[in-house]
């Protein structure tokens, strides 16, 4: 099992700048799928970022050039750098991973992008 804490989300202007961060309980090291995904009031959670442990990363097309996916094996931890941020990126964030078929998920942190 592992636990997931999310941190780094509030209130930013349109245009502006974000790091989240999603620390482990434990080594990530052996973690290959660690993801980012975000979900408003009514809708579906959506998958906005991932990346394994052999590097591979994947974005939402909606955050292709703005969002960038990174992790630190030595810190536990895996991050999500948001740039140019728009309003339609408000939601809360949440970070998981799947085990042996079972997921995981951190408790989310809320973003709001508004002037």
């Known amino acids: 099992q592992v636990q997931l804490v999310e941190s780094g989300g509030g209130l930013v202007q349109p245009g502006g700048s974000l790091r989240l961060s999603c620390a482990a309980s434990?080594?990530?090291?052996?973690?290959?799928?660690m993801g980012w995904y975000r979900q408003t009031p009514g809708k579906e959670r959506e998958l906005v970022a991932h990346i394994t442990n052999g590097g591979s990363i994947m974005y939402a097309d909606s955050v292709k050039g703005r969002f960038t996916v990174s992790r630190d094996n030595a810190k536990n931890t895996v991050y999500l750098q948001m740039n140019s941020l728009k309003p339609e990126d408000t939601a809360v964030y949440y970070c998981?991973?799947?085990?042996?078929?079972?997921?995981?998920w951190g408790q989310g942190t809320q973003v709001t992008v508004s002037s």
């Open positions: 434990r080594s990530i090291e052996s973690i290959n799928f």
């Open positions: 998981a991973t799947v085990q042996r078929g079972v997921a995981f």
